[in-house]
């Protein structure tokens, strides 16, 4: 670990891992296994190239709720033009059919972001179009990869405000923007809206720097929107990024994880969803709990330092089987004060590692950041 | 041969032209190992090694100039190398040779980097020995510097 990596993680531990801080004590987590009904929908139709009937894995997070209900997740689809690839589309098709195939349906999907690759307007409308046959009603948060060729412009006017909240059935629900305010890195370089973009979607890239953030801006409209909102209440908040430090050089956190901490600490029900990591990841933060979820593209790897303690590892995806590590998630609130995230992983009958070697994380690893994209003309 | 190939695939960058060169002077056969090593000598050694991994670099990051330059077809799905590996992170280079499960076979990285050009990227596998191939093994083994090497180890 670097020495600043090191610095970090101990601030953290010191400011977040409070002694006797924890999201509320009545919460419990455990983990079921069981077939999924909508799941035969999916396969049924979408013919035989799917031949595992996968399993379900279940986080129950506890929670109030007025009444049961149940949402959906999908985030990280990074289609390209049709005419590039149909891989991402056909797991789009399939992530669609299995929601809308839900019974009973879920009040509502969040696209978590990372609809397009490379940003471009044929590539969010081709997200628009294949999310079309989703009847229910969908709230969109952007991702970095949807935002900077044209700084948000195609994504605004298809969507509209990339922070939002709203009310359903006893629970807050707040979706922020957490990809728009990166450095300028752009300017000076002269780059071309291109150019700006292949940085922004390189993951590994050492030139876009610490993009992810939520702002002072929008940390004081949070703050405003949950003045009125008893404390003890369950809100959910969702994020492209994850609202806490796991591994910056991937962006996996956002850098200003602490005052997000200091908006959020005088609620003890705070669930954080969120997509950009491609991968299972759990952690509890203070008073709040945070949940990564499944892209439906392709998994990232777990970075080699940061993963959480509290995070039981998903499986290291087969590279042959472009359905294997993928897929998407159900929430449900349910009336027994409990948040079930459920990963719907295509490949697997178990979401979880079982044992060492199905583990990426067996591996150790030592790794140094890209060189390349920082050399001249680069 | 090697030397002089390098050259030629580096015209562009005059300064490190000139740098090649001067390896060819210092280290040609006939005064290999007569000589303690200069430090311009060990600085030389280090810079063609950064030539490969900045090559390798870019052809796993799917720079298409690169690739073209470099005659290959690394994929053809728009996945680059880096989208399921960033920072060359689960190539795991340390633990081969080993028994590719992928392939049921005993397998070298190279093998295997061939196996992720045919398959997931549906790319053009390259000649083992091929100058893209010497890149990408370049890359991979400097961005794990550092890893214990475990062959075998799955
Ligand atoms: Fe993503
Ligand atoms: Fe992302």
Known sequence: ?378 | MTIRATVLGTLCRPSFVVAIAAVAVFVGPTSAHKEPHTPEQLKLYEDVLMEEVRKGDLLFHGDAATAKQMNVVLSTTGMACAMCHPMASDTHPQSYPKFQVETSKFATLRDMINWCIEKPNQGEKIEIDSEAMKALEAYITWSNSGSVLVPGKH
Do not use: C
């Open chain 1, 1 to 378: 670990m670097s020495d600043e990596l090191d610095r970090i993680r101990r601030e953290m531990h010191a400011v977040l891992q409070q002694l006797g801080v924890r999201p509320d004590d009545s919460l419990q987590i455990t983990r079921r296994t069981f077939i999924h009904r909508s799941l035969l929908f999916g396969a049924a139709s979408v013919g035989q190239t799917f031949a595992w009937w996968p399993l379900l894995n279940t986080i129950d997070v506890a929670h109030a709720a007025e009444a049961p209900f149940k949402f959906a997740w999908i985030s990280d689809t990074h289609l390209y033009e049709k005419s590039l690839n149909t891989r991402f589309v056909d797991k789009v098709v399939r992530a669609v059919q299995e929601v809308q195939a839900m019974d009973p349906p879920a009040d509502f999907l969040i696209f978590g972001g990372d609809l397009a690759q490379l940003g471009k307007i044929e590539e969010l409308e081709l997200g628009v179009d294949l999310l079309k046959d989703l009847t229910i009603k969908k709230y969109y948060i952007p991702g970095e990869h949807d935002w900077y060729l044209d700084m948000g412009k195609k994504w605004g006017e298809l969507f509209g405000q990339p922070n939002w909240t709203f009310d359903h059935k006893g629970v807050r629900f707040i979706g922020l923007d957490t990809v728009s305010r990166g450095p300028d890195y752009w300017t000076v370089k002269k780059m071309t809206p291109e150019e700006r973009m292949g940085h922004m979607a390189t993951l590994d890239g050492t030139v876009a720097g610490a993009w992810a953030g939520v702002g002072r801006d929008q940390l004081d409209w949070m703050q405003k929107i949950l003045a009125d909102w008893d404390k003890s209440k369950p809100i959910v908040i969702f994020s492209h990024n994850p609202l806490y430090e796991y591994y910056p050089p991937w962006n996996f956190w956002v850098r200003d994880w602490r005052e997000v901490n200091e908006v959020l600490k005088p609620y003890t029900k705070v669930t954080n969803i969120h997509g950009h990591v491609h991968q299972v990841l759990y952690n509890e933060i203070g008073s709040m709990r945070s949940i990564g979820m499944l892209a439906t593209s392709w998994p990232w790897p777990y970075a080699p330092e940061g993963v959480p303690k509290l995070t039981k590892p998903m499986i290291r995806a087969d590279p042959g089987d472009h359905f294997d590590g993928v897929g998407w998630e159900t929430v449900n609130v349910n009336a027994e004060d409990k948040v079930d995230v459920e990963y719907i992983m295509w490949g697997r009958k178990e979401v979880f590692v079982q044992s060492d070697p199905d583990s990426s994380l067996s591996q150790p690893e030592k790794l140094r950041p890209r060189m390349a994209d920082n050399m001249w003309p680069y």
